[in-house]
């Protein structure tokens, strides 16, 4: 992961909140829109939980109340690496 990306991720990661005017009315549907919004989430609240375990993918699981394989699972969905956050925030 690049040290650019890694500075977006704690940017986006400061604030999992999401509220309705994240999502402008457009022709979307209701569900795309919630999709949406789940995988912000979902990306935000793996970034936090990376940074604050300092990429122990083991003690990261623990405290999400997630199986490590799991967890590892949802890493590899949203193209997160926990090895960037060991060397970036040790």
Do not use: W
Not at 8 to 28: G, L, N, Q, R, Y
Not at 65 to 88: E, P, S, V
């Amino acid at each position: 992961m690049e040290d650019s990306s890694l500075r977006e991720d704690k940017k986006e990661a400061c604030s999992p909140f999401i509220s309705a005017s994240d999502f402008p009315v457009t022709d979307h549907s209701l569900q795309k829109v919630k999709i949406q919004a789940i995988g912000q989430f979902e990306r935000s609240y793996l970034t936090n939980l990376l940074i604050a375990h300092k990429g122990n993918i083991t003690h990261a699981a623990k405290a999400a109340g997630k199986d490590r394989r799991t967890l590892q699972r949802l890493l590899r969905k949203y193209n997160l690496d926990a090895r960037a956050f060991r060397i970036k925030y040790e």
